[in-house]
């Protein structure tokens, strides 16, 4: 590993010479405190994951008021998805750099490699000259900064803090009116929702030229929804078992009986045939033909007035035979790798005291709520209420000003910030649902690490063949194309002869390293 740390060392110094010489005329442009942040606009590239609920970001509200604030405006290179995380990683690989990664999506493993490679710079400097909000949020809470800190001692991207309660577990929603319809219960178990999904498909509840009992837009979204009933509570496949071994799910009894479980629903026609293959845009649009949703509701259905959420209850945790009580995956509050400013910025200063107004109260609700007057309102009673455009409902007002509305850009989201809003009850009713029916059950699979450099070396060396090899057997065993009995023993061999050991270990070193310092 002595060859690559000289090369990431000569790559640190090529690269970021261009930075440091740029640097020199941008301070002098440049405000250290109040606003404009610079006296002469400037412009900066950002990439960014856009939701697909969001229109273009160009002419967003919020870059808008940004850029009035801060004499800063940027050109954007967006995308949602798989489409976004294929642009990220072509970006990263190609050097075809944006001065600015935000909602960024970064991986723990791309924070420490390419910062390691000096293609992120890292920020524990800018966050203590110029990023005051910031600096505050962690010298508060220190474990946040022990988050997002590198095994270098670096820290090559900020996060988001999101407390609230739809952010702490996946959430799968029910068809309520069908629910009704029927007169039935909410499953309890994974043999009461298959029944529950052979009524749907039989009996036509909802009276729709076709039933589509279950859907997600992809597979990993069906297996964050309903993989923990069968017991196996993962991240990315990874979890720690309770001896303290990391373990990779697709390797265990559990989900071989997840995989027949899914097959038996894909014969009957009780799981989206259409699954592996829809784009998001096809999966949106079967909306009302749905009884089992893996995505919000509102997304799918489109509701004009808010209160029909409450016709989409969530989906609790389920027993199965291989799992007798009930669990749902847990999710940090803690979201790393949402801003990084990269080798290519002449004005990292610049960018990070723009970066830093969002972990601000204000920047926070511009962030999230957009433009007042136009996305929202205070009332009387200091609550925002959003407001709708016509034709439009109030998730998609916000969506049009707000990067905040389903990208994971930096902010301080609090339990009271969402507390606050008024006029909408039914927000209210869904966070009730939560805490009564899923966050009792939720149990962390991974904790936050960071690896090393040999440890993403490995983890680099085999972690594409691996997931790529699993997403194919995934599809082939639950779609019937090859059979689950007959070829689950081989996909094992495979999996394990493309280097899963070796992967594991790489995790298993880094939760060491974790669980000796807590």
């Not at 949602?80 to 944006?98: F, I, N, V, W």
């Not at 511009?366 to 009387?380: C, D, P, Q, S, Y």
């Not at 407001?387 to 905040?404: C, F, R, V, W």
């Amino acid at each position: 590993m002595k060859k690559r740390k000289l090369f990431s060392l000569v790559m640190t110094v090529v690269l970021c010479a261009p930075m440091f010489i740029g640097a020199l005329p941008a301070l002098a442009n440049f405000n250290e405190t109040g606003y404009p942040i610079v006296d002469e606009p400037i412009t900066l590239e950002m990439m960014a994951r856009r939701s697909p609920i969001q229109p273009v970001w160009d002419d967003m509200g919020f870059f808008q008021e940004m850029e009035k604030l801060t004499n800063i405006q940027f050109k954007f290179r967006t995308a949602a998805g798989t489409d976004y995380t294929q642009a990220k990683q072509l970006a990263l690989a190609s050097m075809d750099l944006p001065d600015l990664f935000y909602g960024g999506e970064l991986t723990a493993n791309e924070e420490a490699d390419f910062g390691a490679q000096g293609i992120l710079i890292p920020l524990e400097g800018l966050i203590d000259k110029y990023a005051p909000n910031f600096k505050k949020l962690i010298e508060e809470n220190p474990e946040i900064k022990a988050s997002i800190t590198a095994p270098d001692g670096h820290i090559y991207a900020l996060p988001g803090i999101d407390q609230n309660i739809t952010s702490k577990t996946p959430i799968m929603w029910l068809n309520g009116k069908w629910l009704e319809a029927l007169g039935a219960d909410k499953p309890q178990t994974m043999d009461e929702f298959y029944e529950l999904l052979k009524a749907f498909k039989e009996k036509n509840p909802g009276n729709v030229e076709e039933v589509i009992p279950l859907t997600a837009a992809n597979a990993a979204e069906l297996r964050l929804g309903l993989l923990a009933n069968f017991g196996l509570v993962q991240q990315d496949g990874i979890y720690v078992d309770d001896n303290g071994k990391v373990q990779l799910a697709w390797t265990q009894p559990e989900f071989k009986e997840y995989l027949k479980y899914m097959n038996r629903l894909y014969d009957e026609q009780l799981l989206d045939n259409q699954m592996f293959s829809h784009t998001w845009e096809q999966f949106v649009a079967k909306g009302k033909q749905v009884g089992v949703l893996s995505t919000w509701p509102i997304v799918m259905v489109g509701f004009h007035d808010v209160t029909e959420a409450m016709n989409y209850p969530v989906l609790p945790p389920m027993t199965s035979a291989t799992n007798p009580q009930k669990l749902t995956v847990e999710m940090s509050e803690i979201k790393r790798g949402r801003a990084a400013i990269t080798s290519k910025n002449k004005y990292p200063e610049a960018t990070m005291r723009w970066i830093d107004y969002a972990y601000s109260e204000e920047g926070t609700i511009l962030a999230r709520l957009g433009i007042e007057g136009k996305t929202f309102v205070w009332n009387e009673d200091g609550q925002w209420v959003l407001l709708a455009d016509e034709g439009l409902s109030t998730t998609q007002t916000n969506a049009k000003h707000a990067p905040g509305v389903g990208t994971n850009v930096p902010m301080v989201l609090t339990r009271e910030f969402f507390e606050k809003e008024g006029g909408n009850p039914t927000i209210l009713a869904i966070y009730e649902w939560i805490l009564e029916d899923l966050i009792p059950y939720a149990k962390l699979p991974f904790p936050l690490v960071y690896f090393t450099e040999d440890e993403i070396d490995v983890i680099n060396m085999y972690k594409m063949d691996i997931d790529t090899f699993f997403q194919q057997m995934e599809a082939k065993f639950i779609t019937g194309a090859e059979s689950i009995d007959g070829g689950w023993d081989k996909y094992v061999k495979t999996l394990k002869g493309i280097g899963l050991d070796d992967y594991l270990e790489a995790h298993q070193s880094a939760y060491n390293r974790w669980a000796k310092a807590q």
